[in-house]
């Protein structure tokens, strides 16, 4: 017997309930996979989303969310997802091949006449083997064992001994209610390393969209002083530490092994099964400093179709281009650089 036909839709708010019970109930899709992104991405972005879904007798059986970037300095883009580290199609598995390529269908027609440079998918697994791929991002997952001390005695010895000296210096984690220390430090953070910051309404928008999905958790020293502070995402039984900031005196408190380690025995209690460290790019201090951790690296599949560029585009702080640039923002007062960063950074993805 035949299989029903496949239609696809362009998401409404009519159907965002459906497509998050779709999401959080399809093993291929990811957090960023959730409808709320549409709004994230439109609103403070200003990125027009086209958030596509395929469907069978009415049920939907694979969804591809994609936002158009278009920027002068960077280039014209269709992407799944921008300021997502995982993205692409998310199909159930009974979907069939039919569904990924309807949905890949739509999308190269919807590339086409949008005139952009590339698309790209952001996917967790190779999908296709003759497309073009970035080869310098990485993710750091791993099983959060049933029983905190457990998780501690898995994370090697030299951290191990960072975490303990953050306990020893009397270090506290709390979790807020608002992004304002999280943000203090992550501006003052990227700037430091020549990095434009996203906005302080994007970080209020992630929680006021994820509600207790979206948390802070901020390490001060025993005084009550702002050290270190992550924002991070719960996901099924998944927790992600995805933004992060902390001040200069953090390192020698060790307040970032403390952050981490509060965040995974706190997951830990609430029956979290994964760590996701997140995204890095090879051969750089985050990507050492999870490793140190015991997290082994997996590459991204992050896939793109060419229409009006001859290689993969490098929009990242590795790209010697951009040397110049960096060392002139990590001179900017804060003030300024707060003030400009999001204007640009929201062009980067």
Request: net charge positive; proline share 6%; aromatic share 12%.
């Amino acid at each position: 017997m035949d299989r029903l036909p496949i239609t696809v839709r362009t998401l409404t708010p009519a159907d965002a309930a459906r497509w998050d019970a779709f999401v959080r109930a399809c093993p291929q899709a990811t957090f960023f996979h959730l409808s709320a992104w549409q709004g994230i991405v439109e609103d403070v972005l200003r990125h027009r989303c086209f958030f596509l879904f395929a469907e069978r007798a009415g049920e939907i059986i694979a969804v591809l969310p994609l936002a158009e970037v278009r920027s002068r300095l960077f280039g014209h883009a269709l992407t799944s997802l921008p300021f997502c580290v995982y993205g692409g199609i998310a199909a159930a598995d009974d979907a069939g091949p039919e569904a990924l390529s309807a949905l890949e269908a739509e999308a190269d027609a919807l590339a086409r006449k949008l005139g952009v440079q590339h698309l790209e998918y952001r996917n967790l697994q190779v999908r296709h083997e003759d497309w073009p791929r970035q080869d310098l991002y990485v993710t750091f997952r791993k099983a959060i064992l049933p029983e905190v001390e457990d998780n501690m005695l898995a994370i090697p010895r030299k951290q191990r001994a960072m975490v303990r000296k953050g306990i020893k210096n009397g270090l506290v984690s709390e979790t807020d209610g608002n992004v304002d220390r999280f943000f203090a430090l992550y501006a003052d953070n990227v700037r430091r390393h020549g990095t434009p910051a996203l906005s302080k309404k994007f970080f209020q928008r992630l929680k006021d969209s994820f509600g207790e999905a979206c948390e802070v958790l901020t390490v001060t020293d025993p005084a009550g002083k702002p050290l270190s502070s992550v924002l991070s995402f719960y996901f099924r039984d998944e927790v992600l530490p995805y933004y992060a900031g902390d001040d200069l005196a953090a390192r020698d408190l060790a307040a970032n092994d403390f952050k981490y380690w509060e965040l995974m025995r706190r997951a830990c209690e609430r029956g979290c099964k994964v760590f996701d460290y997140g995204r890095s790019k090879v051969g750089t201090g985050p990507y050492s400093f999870k490793k140190n951790w015991g997290f082994e690296p997996q590459p991204l599949s992050y896939e793109y179709r060419l229409y009006k560029r001859d290689s993969v585009p490098q929009n990242n702080p590795m790209n010697p281009k951009y040397r110049a640039f960096i060392a002139l923002w990590k001179r900017l007062p804060l003030g300024v650089a707060n003030a400009i960063g999001p204007h640009i950074v929201r062009n980067l993805g």
